[in-house]
């Protein structure tokens, strides 16, 4: 069977993916030094040959929902399946040796669909919402709707398990600008016209 192949996302500010670096690791094997590094401005058109499939990078949106009390809060939530990117670790690294990055599934050109709805289904995520996110990120919030929905942390493989990673490039989830409102004098003008 021929390698999965899938084209990377650039480093421009534009189109960044999430991208995993290593800060520390207890042993570097000879076959990390050995990798191929791409050339720092490579054509987005190209596709590039994938060592391993990674769990999934959760995007999240946040909506204004108004309470019945008339009050307006923020709540997270998590983006459909299509929307989520998966992890790609490729055999030829990034520019800055970074070699794994979330990359979103309509890059996945040369990668089975029935590879990424396998990834979909176990919903293995990394990384899952902790204190690392910040006080403020609303990181339990999100870690309970993962609990809710079945979303469990992806463990790498052995070799991978030793070595400490940073997100690079996080994306941040947006807020959506209409307010969804229950207050029935809206509905009424809204079917009046």
């Given amino acids: 069977m ?21 800060l520390a ?3 570097t094997s000879s076959t990390e030094k050995d990798v191929k590094i791409a050339p720092k401005d490579f054509d987005e058109n190209s596709e590039w040959e994938i060592e391993e499939f990674g769990g999934l ?9 108004r309470k019945p009390d008339g009050s307006i809060v923020k709540e997270f939530y998590l983006k459909t399946d299509n929307d989520h990117r998966v992890w790609i670790k490729w055999t030829v690294a990034f520019s800055d040796k970074i070699r794994w990055s979330a ?18 289904r176990d919903k293995k ?3 899952l919402p902790s204190t690392n996110d910040g006080i403020d990120s609303g990181w339990k919030e999100r870690r309970a ?12 493989t052995t070799s991978e398990r030793n070595k400490k990673y940073k997100i690079v490039n996080a994306e941040l989830p947006v807020t959506q600008s209409e307010i969804e409102d229950t207050d029935e004098e809206t509905d009424e003008e809204d079917s009046s016209n």
Avoid: F, M
Avoid at 57 to 65: A, D, E, I, V
Avoid at 104 to 119: A, F, P, R
């Fill in 25 to 27: 690791s207890k042993s």
């Fill in 125 to 127: 995520a990394w990384p």
């Fill in 103 to 120: 990359e979103k599934q309509d890059h996945l050109v040369g990668v089975s669909k029935d590879t990424v709805k396998k990834i979909i």
């Fill in 2 to 22: 021929a390698p999965s192949k899938a084209k990377k996302t650039s480093n421009k500010k534009s189109t960044k993916a999430a991208r995993r670096a290593v």
């Fill in 145 to 156: 709707i993962c609990s809710k929905v079945g979303i469990t942390e992806w463990v790498a």
């Fill in 57 to 65: 990078y959760l995007c999240w949106g946040k909506k204004k929902t």
